[in-house]
């Protein structure tokens, strides 16, 4: 076991250095205990190298392994935990942008369905992505399942633009026969797809008046606020359009060829509970976009989400 510690340490730090320093022993015991387990295996597990250490592909291999028995240990031992306490841990990965405009509005429907669970949240404020190995559920952009994961389909990647009533309100005007909003465009640094320019007017392939942000949660917020007119994730913002806190800056959608699932790990334990909590995000944002639709006809979303899988 202090062999699997020390090669789980070495290959997470890249450096045999801090693997010591955060396993307390000197750098010189690391590369011995490694050494050992190579001799042992017969095969390089490392690359050594000045600026640390890299790991080989039967290095890697095993340290997946080693990851994944560690995860799963760590789980096991938070079940017996939680099962002692009356409570059940669930674990999320998913955007600050989710995390603030859709899930918090509804915290205390979410309690009142749950109320012996204890969520708690890997924030991304960046694009979805990363592992699942460390968490129940992860909400990623991702084709469906494969053989270390399952996917739960959520809904496609839909996109329009959007801002208060009052903006639209002060901001709309007609040019080229067609209505537009005007006025400043706010962004979102590295967003993917780009759509910097997309809803709004140009000068010199500059989007005018922009206000750019890098984490999509403080994005939402800008128009929430009144400041602009910004692109909303549907997935994201589909609570403030039921509730029309924030409208359509047009009736136009954007549908990428991108699919919305809810991520687990295989190796992760089976829980009932992550998959009732699966359910209901995607039973409470369904509700949200049947309602959107209804109030919305024009941006025809039914017919969007039924050409979906």
Not at 74 to 91: L, P, S, Y
Not at 212 to 240: E, K, M, P, R, T
Request: glycine share 8%; aromatic share 8%; net charge negative.
């Amino acid at each position: 076991m202090n062999a699997l510690f020390t090669l789980e340490a070495a290959a997470r730090c890249g450096n045999f250095s801090r693997a010591a320093d955060e396993l307390n022993v000197t750098p010189a015991a690391v590369s011995r205990m490694i050494s050992r387990v190579e001799e042992h295996l017969g095969i390089k597990l490392f690359y050594r190298m000045p600026s640390g250490a890299a790991l080989t592909e039967e290095g890697k291999l095993l340290f997946d392994s080693i990851t994944r028995g560690f995860t799963g240990i760590e789980a096991a031992i938070r079940e017996i935990k939680d099962r002692q306490n009356g409570m059940e841990t669930v674990t999320l990965s998913v955007s600050t942008g989710f995390t603030t405009h859709w899930l918090m509005p509804r915290m205390g429907k979410f309690k009142a369905a749950f109320p012996s669970v204890d969520l708690r949240f890997q924030l991304l404020n960046g694009p979805l992505g990363g592992p699942v190995d460390d968490v129940d559920l992860g909400m990623r952009f991702v084709s469906g399942s494969d053989e270390r994961h399952e996917a739960v389909f959520v809904m496609p990647e839909i996109l329009l633009p959007i801002c208060t009533p009052l903006y639209l309100e002060q901001h709309i005007r007609e040019e080229q026969g067609a209505e537009v909003v005007a006025g400043t465009v706010v962004n979102l640094s590295n967003a993917q797809p780009d759509w910097s320019g997309l809803f709004s007017p140009r000068r010199g392939g500059e989007a005018l008046n922009s206000l750019i942000f890098s984490d999509y949660a403080v994005v939402v917020q800008a128009a929430l606020l009144g400041q602009g007119v910004a692109l909303g994730w549907l997935n994201v913002v589909a609570h403030w359009l039921r509730t029309k806190a924030l409208v359509p800056a047009r009736l136009d959608l954007m549908k990428t060829e991108r699919l919305c699932h809810l991520v687990r790990a295989r190796a992760r334990p089976h829980r009932p509970i992550v998959y009732h909590i699966c359910d209901w995000i995607i039973s409470e944002l369904h509700e949200d976009l049947a309602e959107i639709a209804k109030e919305y006809p024009m941006l025809n979303l039914e017919a969007e989400l039924r050409r979906s899988p």
